[in-house]
Nanobody
Framework: QVELVESGGGLVQAGGSLRLSCAASRSILSINTMGWYRQAPGNQRDLVATITSGGTTNYADSVKGRFTISREIAKNTLYLQMNTLEPEDTAVYYC?????????WGQGTQVTVSS
């Protein structure tokens, strides 16, 4: 079992930056894939970025060049650095940890980008 707790969301103006954090309750070293997803009101939950245990990253086209996913193994923490934020980035952002036999989600953190 892995508990995930997100933090770092908030209200920011367009063009600004935020860094989201996801603290895991145990080591993330062996977790196959961790990632960030987001869900805007009335929309489905969409992939933002993922990182594998080997360090391979993947991004949604809409955030490429603006967002960076990273992890700090020693702190059991996943990050999402978000730059040049746009109003369309407004959503609840969820942290995810996925393996062959598990799929865990955090409670989400709200990101609101004003124009």
């Amino acid at each position: 079992q892995v508990e995930l707790v997100e933090s770092g969301g908030g209200l920011v103006q367009a063009g600004g930056s935020l860094r989201l954090s996801c603290a895991a309750s145990r080591s993330i070293l062996s977790i196959n894939t961790m990632g960030w997803y987001r869900q805007a009101p009335g929309n489905q939950r969409d992939l933002v970025a993922t990182i594998t245990s080997g360090g391979t990253t993947n991004y949604a086209d809409s955030v490429k060049g603006r967002f960076t996913i990273s992890r700090e193994i020693a702190k059991n923490t996943l990050y999402l650095q978000m730059n040049t934020l746009e109003p369309e980035d407004t959503a609840v952002y969820y942290c995810n940890a996925r393996g062959r036999q598990f799929n865990y989600w955090g409670q989400g953190t709200q990101v609101t980008v004003s124009s």
